[in-house]
Every structure is written in C-alpha cells, then in structure tokens.
C-alpha cells in the first residue's frame, strides 16, 4: 500500500512511495506524531539520480523487517534536496561539521524540535569497511533515545548553537579590486593540473564558473594564463568520458584525475553552465571543438530534458537496465569491443575502438569502456567517423534509457535560458532562443505568483508547494535579463526586476548579506546562508550578477549598491578559495570592467544593418557587457531613451561608468571597443 509519500510531485519521493517504510515528507505534522509519540526523526535526503541513494534505498529501504523496525522506533521522513534546498543546506553543514565529510543519500537523527543529534550518509545492510550496518544504527540511535534522553538533547542543543553562531557579515565589506582578483588567479594557477586540465584531484567536477572568471578576466587584463587554462580545461574534458562522446551533454563528474570515467548522472545545471562557457570559449577564441560541444551540449538540453510544458527536466539517472533486468550505473553508456562490432563490423568497429579509445581491458568494468577522444597521430576521415558515431547512437537509443527526473526546478531552468539564448544567438540557431522563450514563458506562467513570488519547483504543468530560493530568484533573473539582450523584448527586463526586487526586500539584511531563504520562509534550525559556489553558482553569486547587469540596463543605484556589498564577500574568499567562488569573481570582472552597456538603435526590427550591430554587440567579450536592441524612439529598454540614427543609418553606443562613447555605425568599430 503506498506511504504519504505518493501525493508528492518529486519524482525522488514518488520513488519510495511503495517502500514500506512509512514515509513522511518534510512537514509540521511529522513532527508533531514524534512528539506525539515521543521518538526521534529520521531524515533521509536524496535526488532521483543519486546512485547510493539507490542502493540504500534497496537495500534498506524495501527492506520488510528493517522497515518495520524503522517505523516502531522512529518517525521517517524523505526530503528530496532538489526540491528543499534550505532544508538539505542546514542539514548538510551540521553532516559536514560533525564527521568533516558529507554527500547523499544524508542520514540524520533529530530530536521531535527538528535539531539533530546523529549524522551520516549511506549505511550498509551488513556491517562492512568500517561502518556499522544501518539496522545497528537504528538500535543504537532508539537505545540512545530511551536510556540516555538528556545526553541527546544537549547534543542536538549545542550543534544548533554552534550552527547559529555560523552567520556571515560580509555584506558591508568592499567589492574586490584588481589586487584580489589577481590573487584569485594566482590561486588558480597554483592548484591547476597542467597535464589534464581542470583543478585538484580526484574526482574531478567540471568548473565551468572557474572558467568564466579565467574568460572575462583574460577579456578585461588580456591575462594569456588565464585563457590557457580556460581553454585546456575545456578541450580536456570535451576529450574525455565525462562528455558523451555519441550524444552530446557533460555528465556530473569524473572519478579519475583524467576526465575517464564519470559518474553517469547528467544534470541539467551542469549543461546548462557548461553550455554557455563553451559558447563563450568560442566567442574568446574561435575554437571549432567549443563550437562543437556548446551546440551538441544545447541539443541535448532540448532533446532529452525538455519537458511537455517546454521547460526542462532536472536530470538523467546514473543507472539503468542493463538488458537483464539488473540496473547499473552507466549500462547505457559504455561499450566493450564485441559491442563495436555488433553494431559496426569488424573494420569499422577497430576504427571505433581507435578513435573513441576502447580497450579490451576496459576502462570501466567488467570489460567495458567509456567513449573518450584521445590525442593521438594519424588522420581519421570526417565522413566515416560520422557514420560510425551515427550508427552507435542508434544502436544505444535502442538500450534500456535512464530514467529522468522531470521535475522544473527554476534556477536551473533559469541557467538553461541563459545557455540557450546566447548559444542561439551567437551561431543563428533560432530554435534555440525559441527554446529559451518556451522555458522563459512556463517560469513566469506556472512559477510566478501574483505578487511575483516564485515556486520553487513544477511537474506536468502544476506548481509544486515550495517557495523559491535565492538561486531560484537570481539564476532565473540572470536567464531572463540574457534573453532579453538576445530578443530586443523588454518584458523580460521588466520580470527580471520583479525577481531583484524580492532579493533586495527578502533574502537581504542591513549589512548588505544575503541568505538563502526569504525573511518570510519557514523557520529551519537556523536560516541558511552560503555564498559559495559548489554544483551551482551560490544564490549569493548569483544574486550579486544579476543586480550589477540589471543596474547597467536600468541606471537604478540601489541594485548597484546591493551587487557591490554583495561582491564585499568575493573579496574575503576570492584570494583564499577561488575555486569555489568563480560566479563571484566573475561578476567582480564585470563590476571593474564597467559593466559595459551597448545599446543598439535601428529604423525597423527587421533592418539588416541593426541585425548586423546587435550580433557583434553580442559577441563582444567585455565580462558582463549589457546589449539593448529596439528601434528609434522605443521604451522596450531604458537605455535606448534618446538614441537617434547617425546620419539615417542602425548605430550602437557604448558607455561605462557614467561616460559613453560616440555612436558608431561601424561593426568593426563596435568589436573593437567591446574587445578590448
């Protein structure tokens, strides 16, 4: 009989909507029946592409007496962090601050009052490397909790103190200037991995936000180190297994130093990101393999996350069927050599194996190996390697497929616009913005209420119940203000205000910090508050890029001055841990380049010549340059007020901090002052 859990919307709940384990969602009544019933919580928290989060779930979670044991002793809720990010946030720190190590599936014991006491992450049937089995932890934790009560509850007391105590003030700080930036690169410098590209070792995530300071700082200072490392970075993993190799897109990250083998999950937030660094390591460069992937990546968002209602799907599984009813991590990905000639023959099966690197051995298990592009000598002819990539492709789209987790989450929907805007905009692929308008219109269709407050989440068509987060308000401010210098239509900087107005009354304190959750939202243990980036730009980062780019369109002071204070805390953390605050400094390259602000003003929206002035508009590489596009005399945009023709003809103006160049009609002209 299914749990309470198969009302919920998320996919990840409605996995464990048949355990028998009687399963709560985060609400106030599962903690009233611990009360009432005077047990400890358990909180599990997982996503639907977590491969441990599998495994437990099997192992444990469907498992008949541990459940019956779980629900006689505890009151069990399920929360998927996807969709209650403040809730995973608050959790995690107390996870991390506890055993110095956190991940998912998270397992937490709190106290009927929400405060924890007892932390882990995944837990075995059967007691093995180390870790005791989660049937022993269950006994051990009920034991605790009947013959030890007051040690508990001044346990969970003093990690909710020490938590509290954790808030951060560096809102009234200044913005970071030329000397930490400059500090930021060297950091960089220091833990980049010259001979695989990317920075630290294993397991290696894609640093896409790293790479957009490295790229803006290099546009601004003309940093030669700093686009080398952009640059190697991104041939690197393009190269390896962490990029699909048939079907485009980047999965999570690579266990190994080398980009070989992934682990399989593919997130939108990470194509999204990487998407639009790859299209801007082209606009930078030229590179026909950042061409390549920004577009393959782009197609896959559109093709394989792209939900009915024309926003997209959270993620791809890790795991599936690997044709004898056993679900694998990345059965649908990998290939052995007999696979190759199955489908190719054996000539072409050893040109497969040659140029996508698969071994006998393997580089995967049991045999298989992950598709990768290694350097190697020797000329392979174009159109043979393309029917070979063409006829795998369709031998794999006949594999059992991961399952997708088709949840809309708006932040990262909000990446997803950005990405496919300007990947559309910048090599004339119309269906691609068209895209981003789709996704665009649901946001504010299904996710905005009528005081233009967001919902966190939807499905099939209907608003999920969670309110939106920082990330949720600034990523999709960010992918909004991005389509609208790609369009010319000036509403969607007019809904890119009413999200910012929120982050300035909501999420932001006197000093100037910002938190996670709105001044209005459900009171956790503590509010959450990180500014750092990890798989996503930081609500905190992200929020700080969008005000200073809305300010550059509109002039509006108290937006600028909101960026800047929140910009005081890339100056504490940029010299000190660069790669985990790249969105921060990226948006501090924009504040000391200006921003710039382009505005491009023709006779008619269909004119040639004012098409011509806004694409190179758009492919100017000054970090965090703003482009308005309308016609004579438009209100669509503020910074077309009393922009005329030059001399009859489409011009563009150029002005940063408070001083504008002459208008020129020139778009050789127009490239050199955003280039430079």
């Excluded at 355990?19 to 009233?32: C, G, K, L, R, S």
């Excluded at 938190?515 to 930081?538: G, H, K, M």
Aim: net charge negative.
């Amino acid at each position: 009989m299914p749990n309470r859990l198969a009302q919920a919307t998320s996919p990840y709940l409605l996995q464990h909507a048949d355990n028998p384990v009687d399963w709560w969602p985060w609400e106030p009544q599962a903690f009233e029946e611990a009360r009432r019933r005077d047990v400890p919580v358990l909180l599990s928290v997982g996503y639907s592409a977590c491969h441990w989060c599998h495994v437990m779930a099997a192992e444990s979670f469907e498992d008949e007496a541990g459940a019956a044991y779980l629900n006689e002793h505890f009151v069990a809720v399920k929360v998927d962090r996807e969709e209650r990010p403040d809730v995973d946030a608050v959790y995690m720190e107390a996870v991390q601050a506890a055993t110095g190590q956190g991940g998912w599936p998270m397992t937490v014991f709190l106290t009927p009052d929400a405060e924890p006491f007892y932390f882990g992450t995944y837990y075995p049937p059967e007691p093995r490397h180390g870790m005791p089995s989660f049937r022993q932890v269950l006994q051990g934790v009920h034991q605790a909790w009947a013959e030890r009560r007051d040690e508990v509850t001044d346990v969970a007391g003093k990690i909710v103190r020490d938590l509290t105590g954790r808030e951060i003030s560096y809102g009234d700080a200044q913005a970071p200037g030329e000397e930490q930036l400059g500090q930021a690169l060297l950091g960089l410098t220091r833990e980049y991995d010259p001979q695989r590209g990317g920075f630290g070792g294993a397991p290696k995530f894609p640093p896409s936000m790293v790479v957009e300071f490295l790229l803006r700082h290099h546009a601004r200072t003309g940093a030669e180190g700093a686009l080398q490392m952009a640059r190697d970075t991104c041939e690197r993993m393009a190269r390896g297994g962490i990029y699909d190799q048939l079907g485009g897109g980047f999965a999570r990250y690579s266990v190994d130093r080398e980009w070989v083998v992934p682990h399989f999950e593919k997130m939108l937030y990470d194509n999204a990101l990487l998407c639009r660094v790859y299209a801007h390591l082209w606009r930078a460069t030229g590179s026909d393999l950042a061409r390549r992937v920004a577009l393959e990546t782009a197609d896959f968002m559109v093709r394989e996350l792209r939900t009915a209602e024309g926003g997209f799907a959270s993620a791809l599984d890790a795991d599936s069927d690997d044709g004898t009813g056993r679900h694998v991590e990345g059965a649908y990905y990998v290939w052995t050599p007999a696979q190759l000639t199955e489908v190719l023959g054996a000539d072409d099966a050893a040109l497969a194996a040659r140029y996508f690197g698969v071994t006998e051995e393997g580089t995967f298990e049991q045999g298989s190996s992950v598709l990768q592009l290694p350097q190697q000598e020797g000329v392979f002819e174009a159109e043979r390697i393309a029917s070979v990539r063409e006829r795998l492709l369709a031998a794999r789209d006949g594999r059992p497929a991961p399952g997708r987790d088709d949840k809309v989450v708006a932040a990262w929907n909000g990446l997803a616009i950005a990405a496919l805007a300007e990947t559309g905009a910048y090599f004339e692929r119309p269906d691609l913005v068209e895209a981003a308008v789709a996704a665009a219109d649901l946001l504010v269709r299904l996710h905005l209420d009528e005081q233009a407050r967001l919902f966190r989440t939807s499905r099939d068509g209907r608003a999920g119940a969670h309110a939106g987060v920082l990330e949720d308000y600034a990523d999709v401010a960010e992918g909004l203000l991005a389509l609208a210098s790609v369009t010319g239509e000036g509403v969607w900087l007019d809904f890119a205000g009413l999200l910012l107005d929120h982050v300035l009354t909501r999420f932001t304190d006197d000093s100037g910090s910002l938190y996670d959750t709105a001044a209005d939202a459900e009171r956790l243990i503590r509010r959450p508050q990180d500014p750092t980036d990890n798989a996503t730009p930081s609500g905190w980062s992200a929020a700080a890029g969008a005000l200073l780019s809305y300010a550059a369109h509109t002039g509006s002071v108290p937006h600028r001055t909101a960026a800047e204070r929140a910009l005081g805390v890339v100056k504490a953390l940029g010299p000190r841990v660069p790669r985990f605050i790249g969105w921060g400094l990226a948006a501090a390259e924009a504040l000391l380049d200006g921003p710039r602000e382009v505005a491009v003003v023709g006779p008619a929206p269909d004119d040639g010549a004012t098409r011509g002035l806004h694409r190179t508009a758009l492919l100017g590489t000054a970090p965090g340059a703003v482009v308005a596009v309308g016609t004579v005399g438009s209100d669509e945009f503020p910074l077309l007020a009393d922009r005329p023709l030059v001399d009859g003809a489409p011009a563009a103006y150029v002005c940063r901090n408070f001083t504008c160049d002459a208008p020129t009609t020139d778009p050789e002209r127009l490239r050199a002052r955003l280039n430079s």
